[in-house]
């Protein structure tokens, strides 16, 4: 595995992170996290980049970055759960084929509606909510 890229935050973005330096993930690196979360679990996407930043020691991960390695694997055939990664509104990411993952999630025991047009809202109680034991 090549060394994670780490960078001083971008001046344009210190306004929402503050100043330090960030994480640019590589692929595999969001996969192993993704990997961890159990059937019937979900994680947000801001538990991802806390638990990627934690374990590379900088105070933020890209999420721009992180979704679009979730976006990749979305369209590869692999077995890796990014379906399981949901934003902090509890809606799915716009990931290819969105809709058919709300339906492996509903197999998967969790509940989801539709909250407006190209936007569904899964149902997630309190113990279906997985956390990276690093994660704050």
Known sequence: M???KIIQIPEKMEKYYGS????????????ELVD???RGS???????????????GTNVTCPMRTVN???RLSKADTLVPFWR??????TMLKLERYEH?????????????????NQIKILIAENQLFRFEGAS
């Open 20 to 31: 330090g330096n960030m994480l640019h993930p590589e692929l595999s690196m969001v996969e």
């Open 85 to 90: 990664v949901l934003k902090t509104d509890s």
């Open 2 to 4: 090549k060394a994670p």
């Open 69 to 71: 390695h979730l976006k």
């Open 36 to 38: 961890l979360i159990p």
């Open 42 to 56: 979900v994680a947000t996407l801001d538990t991802l980049t806390k638990e990627l930043a934690n374990r590379y």
């Open 101 to 117: 993952w709300a339906t492996v999630l509903e197999k998967e025991g969790l509940r989801w509606e539709i909250i407006r047009a």
